[in-house]
Structures are given as structure tokens and as C-alpha cells.
């Protein structure tokens, strides 16, 4: 996945985040309409092994991709700031989350977790369409780099000539 990233969607983070939180929340959507839910006593979608198992590979496999790339789109938006201060920051956020999930978890009935999880990634879809894309942070890394092989340019330069 990181070589997709790098390749088609160089300086795309946001559609490729919008992309996989789409196929994420859609197949998470898809397993919670199979399973009873507060939609619905026996699912509202027809289930089968294989259609839950289809929608777990696909939830497990997009959210394993997103993850990378929200750190690295936090990266982006937050720069100045250190990279650990804001993967800091958003693993605090994630776990903040997980923990208010965990605390009420005695409080609601079984069936509603999945939907509370797949409406969550309904809102990080809308909060990450409304986010303004930028690439401070690579613009920066970008012109230090450049700067560093002309300086070694020149190192090399005054080395011949001397």
C-alpha cells in the first residue's frame, strides 16, 4: 500500500484516505446489516460465512491501510509541529475514543457496537472531507534535501578544484 501511496497518489493522501475509509465503512455497514442490530432483530441483509467473513477481510484490510496514512496526513497538517507530537496526539484521540467505548460498553446491548463503529467512520469520512490538504511538511523536506545536494555539490566542487 505504501508504494501506492507514494506512486498514484503522491501529494493525494485525502482521496486515498476517502477511498479507504469508504471501502472501510461500507463493508463494516455491510456486516452490521447482516448481524441483528437496532435496525432490525435478525439483519436486515441476507448473511452467509462467507459474506461475513468478506466484510471483515475488507473492514481489517482497509482499516490496517488507513492507519499509516492518518498518521502521515496528521504529519502533514500539524508541521511545524514534531511528527511524534502529533502521532502522540491522534494516538490519544484513539485511545480516548476506545475507552469511552469500553465505559459504556456494559451500558448498551450487544447488537449496537458494530453500527456505533461503522457511524464513526461515516464522521471521520465527512471530518476528513472538510479537512484542507496541505504538504507543508514535504514542501519543507523536499527543499532540504535539494539544498543538502547542492551543498554537497559544492563540497565536491571545491574538493576537485583544489
Known amino acids: 500500500m505504501s508504494r501506492l501511496s507514494d506512486t498514484i497518489f503522491r501529494r493525494k493522501f485525502k482521496l486515498f484516505i476517502m477511498v479507504a475509509i469508504s471501502l472501510c465503512a461500507g463493508s463494516m455497514w455491510w456486516f452490521t446489516l447482516m448481524l441483528p442490530s ?55 484521540i484513539w485511545n480516548l475514543a476506545t475507552l469511552l467505548v469500553l465505559a459504556t460498553s456494559s451500558k448498551i446491548s450487544t447488537d449496537t457496537p458494530s453500527s456505533m463503529y461503522a457511524s464513526a467512520l461515516v464522521l471521520c469520512a465527512v471530518l476528513v472531507s472538510v479537512t484542507k490538504e496541505t504538504y507543508v511538511r514535504a514542501d519543507a523536506e523536499s527543499e532540504y534535501n535539494h539544498q543538502k545536494k547542492l551543498d554537497q555539490g559544492d563540497k565536491d566542487g571545491l574538493m576537485e578544484s583544489s
Open 38 to 92: 437496532p435496525f432490525s432483530t435478525d439483519g436486515v441483509l441476507p448473511r452467509s460465512t462467507t459474506c461475513l467473513a468478506a466484510a471483515i477481510m475488507i473492514q481489517g484490510l482497509t482499516q490496517g491501510m488507513l492507519i499509516p496514512l492518518l498518521y502521515e496526513f496528521c504529519a502533514e497538517l500539524t508541521y511545524p509541529v514534531n511528527e511524534g507530537t502529533s502521532a502522540g496526539m491522534l494516538t490519544f
